[in-house]
């Protein structure tokens, strides 16, 4: 089955600095990666999302990146603010979405330091 | 709309107890799922359904029964609580098809079985 690397497991910058979340993941069959941001006690929520017959998306702050060859993505957050301090999750999967279950990396601890 | 609904928000077990966790969602998604979330494991898949009357299991689904009789409701039962399964659990659902979807998730039960 799928496997999703995520690193690094914590990550500490200065607001207004940016952040940057790596993901990895084996199945050259996935074609759908999605983001998720969770704050503590609360469920994920999706932050932003990208397909594979795309290299790049941006929402604002918020970017995404994806190299197939590589099989890797990463979230990029620029001018980081205080909201942002969450754990966020990278997810793969191999169906048009979420019909054979996202396979979710181990989440990314952000604190945004004033 | 309600969205993805799950109770109780809370439950404590004793070892060998069995229990049901609810799910029920208003937005007519044929795929549903269980997740569970532990420090450092991230999400991992349960059982999910793509439709009424359809179930699979997904990474984890030892311990746990599930059945889909209506669109609506996707129930998790534990048989036989043991301590292994104290964790959050979430509900999610999305429609399925081509393209990719996000994943809807509900508020979580948090489960400790002692």
């Known amino acids: 089955g799928e496997n999703v690397e995520q690193h690094p497991s914590t990550l500490s910058v200065q607001e207004g600095d940016s952040a940057v979340i790596k993901c990895t993941y084996s199945d050259s069959a996935s074609n759908y990666f999605p983001w998720y941001k969770q704050e503590l006690g609360k469920r994920p929520q999706l932050i932003i999302d990208i397909r594979s017959n795309v290299g790049e998306k941006k929402d604002q702050r918020i970017a995404v990146t994806l190299n197939k060859t590589a099989k890797h993505f990463s979230l990029h957050i620029t001018e980081t603010q205080p909201e942002d301090s969450a754990v966020y999750f990278c997810?793969?999967?191999?169906?048009?979405?979420?019909?054979?279950?996202?396979?979710f990396g181990k989440g990314t601890h952000l604190i945004i330091q004033p | 709309n309600a969205g993805v609904t799950q109770t109780p928000k809370f439950q404590v077990l004793k070892t060998g107890q069995s229990m049901t966790l609810q799910c029920a969602q208003d937005?007519?998604?044929?795929?549903m799922s269980w997740y569970r979330q532990d420090p450092g494991m991230g999400l991992r898949l349960i059982h999910y359904?793509?439709?009424?009357?359809?179930?699979d299991q997904g990474e984890v689904p030892n311990g746990y029964n599930v059945s889909r009789s209506t669109t609506e409701d996707f129930p998790l039962r534990l048989l036989s609580a043991a301590p292994s399964q104290t964790s959050v659990y979430f509900c999610?659902?999305?429609?399925?098809?081509?393209?990719?979807?996000?994943?809807?998730f509900g508020n979580g039960t948090r489960l400790t079985v002692t």
């Open positions: 937005m007519n998604h044929e795929y």
């Open positions: 997810a793969a999967s191999l169906a048009g979405g979420g019909a054979d279950g996202l396979t």
């Open positions: 359904s793509v439709g009424a009357g359809i179930t």
């Open positions: 999610a659902s999305t429609f399925t098809g081509q393209g990719g979807s996000p994943l809807h």
